[in-house]
C-alpha cells in the first residue's frame, strides 16, 4: 500500500496525518491562521516535517477544503469560512515546494469517503455523509459493484443497472456536472425562513448548523451540558432541531436513495439529544416503503479524523 498525507483544513483547525496502508500512523493539530501568508507557511511546514518523519516515501498529498473548488486546477474557488483563501491556486503552490502530487477535495466529500471505505458506510454501496458544525456540508460516494449491498431483504432483490460497470472495485465521489453536488446546507427547508450567510432564505444550514444555537442565546456546548443535566428548555431545543435536521435528510433520501446516511461534525457528538426525534421525523416523511424500513441513519465511527483520512485517500476517487 502507498503512503500519503491527510490535510482537513477546518475554520479553527486544521489536523495533519500521516496515512500508511489507510491508517493514520502521525498526526497534529493546529489553530487555523488567520491571514493566507501564514496558512499557507503552516501547511509548507508540517507537511515537511511530516515527510521528513520516518523516511517514508510519500506518493500523494490531499487536502480537504470546505469550499467550493476546481479539483482540476487545484483551485480554490470560494471558501465561505475563510474569504482569504479565495481564488488560491493551492496545489500549484504546495507542488513547487514539496515536490508531491498534491490533491485538493471538499472536506466533507473527504469525510464521506473515508466513512464510505473504513468506517459506518464500509459495507453499505451508496453513502451520503452529512457534516454539522459552523456550517452544513454534504457528499456522496458510490462504491461501483454491480449490485447493491443489501440485495437479500426479506423475499425482495435489487439491481441497479447503473452500477453494473467493468471496474467493480472502484469508489467514486459523486461531484455532479459543475464540481459542486452535495452543497445540502443550502437546500430550502422554510420558504420564508432565516436569512443565510449566501443570500437565501431558509437554507437547511440556518436550522441545523451552530447557528441555530446561537439564535437560541447558547452554544453547543452549553445546551448540551444543560440537557444533560435534563434541562427540559435544552431538551426542548434539541428536539426542535432533531425535527429540522429529519426534514433535510428525508430530501436527501427522496433524492438520492442512499444506503444509508452517516453523519459526523462537532454537532453530532450530541447526538442523544436529537438522533431520536430526526430518526422519527424522517419515517414520517420519506416516501419508498422500502428506503422507510432499510434505510440507516449512523453516526460517524472514525469523527474527528474522518475528514483528515479521507484526504489521505482521495487520489483517484
Not at 465521489?173 to 436569512?195: N, S
Amino acid at each position: 500500500m502507498k503512503n500519503s498525507i491527510g490535510v482537513d483544513i477546518g475554520a479553527t483547525k486544521i489536523i495533519f496525518g500521516l496515512l500508511k496502508n489507510q491508517k493514520i500512523i502521525k498526526k497534529k493539530k493546529i489553530l487555523t491562521p488567520k491571514t493566507k501568508k501564514n496558512l499557507i507557511k503552516e501547511l509548507k511546514e508540517n507537511l515537511r516535517d511530516l515527510k521528513d518523519f520516518s523516511g517514508l516515501k510519500i506518493d500523494r498529498i490531499g487536502i480537504g477544503v470546505p469550499g467550493i473548488l476546481d479539483i482540476k486546477k487545484g483551485l480554490i474557488l470560494k471558501c465561505p469560512n475563510l474569504r482569504y483563501l479565495d481564488n488560491l491556486p493551492l496545489v500549484k503552490i504546495l507542488e513547487k515546494e514539496l515536490k508531491i502530487k498534491t490533491s485538493i477535495e471538499n472536506d466533507t466529500n473527504c469525510f464521506t469517503l473515508a466513512e464510505a471505505l473504513l468506517g459506518a458506510g464500509k459495507n453499505e454501496n451508496i453513502v451520503f455523509g452529512i457534516t454539522l458544525g459552523s456550517g452544513v456540508g454534504g457528499g456522496l460516494v458510490i462504491k461501483t459493484m454491480p449490485r447493491f449491498a443489501r440485495q437479500n431483504l426479506d423475499s425482495l432483490r435489487y439491481k441497479s443497472n447503473n452500477l453494473e460497470l467493468k471496474d467493480k472495485n472502484k469508489i467514486k465521489i459523486y461531484r455532479g456536472a459543475f464540481g459542486t453536488a452535495g452543497e445540502i446546507g443550502h437546500q430550502t427547508i422554510k420558504f420564508d425562513g432565516q436569512k443565510c450567510s449566501c443570500g437565501n432564505l431558509g437554507c437547511f444550514e440556518c436550522y441545523c448548523s451552530a447557528k441555530f444555537f446561537k439564535r437560541k442565546g447558547y452554544s453547543v456546548k452549553e445546551l448540551a451540558e444543560r440537557a444533560k443535566r435534563d434541562d427540559r428548555n435544552a431538551l426542548k431545543i434539541f428536539k426542535e432541531y432533531g425535527k429540522y435536521l429529519g426534514i433535510g435528510l428525508s430530501n436527501v433520501i427522496n433524492l438520492i436513495d442512499p444506503n444509508i446516511i452517516v453523519i459526523g461534525g462537532g454537532i453530532s457528538k450530541t447526538w442523544p439529544y436529537f438522533l431520536v426525534e430526526t430518526k422519527k421525523e424522517i419515517k414520517k416523511r420519506i416516501i419508498s416503503l422500502v428506503s422507510k424500513k432499510y434505510i440507516k441513519i449512523e453516526i460517524s465511527k472514525l469523527g474527528d479524523l474522518a475528514g483528515v483520512t479521507g484526504a489521505g485517500l482521495i487520489n483517484g476517487h
